[in-house]
């Protein structure tokens, strides 16, 4: 018998200057901090049950393409990309391409760099079969 599902999630970005990922997640993304370690700031980004923390970098990224070994994209799903790329336009975030359809995956989205160079994407599925909130 397997163990019982995990319950929450969090996923740690390493920065070389965490104090302007945490304006940039608190403030620019509305991120709620929920618990402030000193050297990590941890944001909720799914409720109680998915999690984002920014950790001081112990030195320089090695790689900027995160679609190569190593990598890592932070998706954020919404319904409203275009609200959210709008907002992140208007607050000066760097914008990779207007939000676009991807049909053969079924979604809306665009990308964006955090002040550490992370690349995020906001998505929204446009096909059924993906877990509704809650």
């Not at 990590?40 to 320089?60: C, E, K, W, Y």
């Amino acid at each position: 018998m397997p163990p019982p599902p995990f319950e929450q999630q969090i996923t740690f970005l390493y920065a070389e200057d965490p104090a302007a990922c945490r304006h940039f997640y608190g403030e620019v993304l509305g991120l709620t901090l929920v618990q402030d370690q000193g050297f990590a700031a941890i944001f909720a980004t799914g409720g109680s049950r998915a999690f984002l923390g920014v950790v001081q970098a112990r030195g320089p990224r090695e790689a900027r393409h995160p679609r190569h070994e190593g990598g890592v994209i932070l998706t954020l799903v919404t319904p409203e990309v275009a609200a959210w790329h709008a907002h992140l336009a208007a607050a000066g975030v760097p914008i990779e391409a207007p939000p676009a359809q991807d049909a053969t995956t079924g979604i809306t989205h665009f990308f964006f760099r955090d002040p550490a160079g992370y690349l995020l994407e906001i998505q929204r599925f446009d096909r059924p079969g993906w877990p509704e909130p809650g």
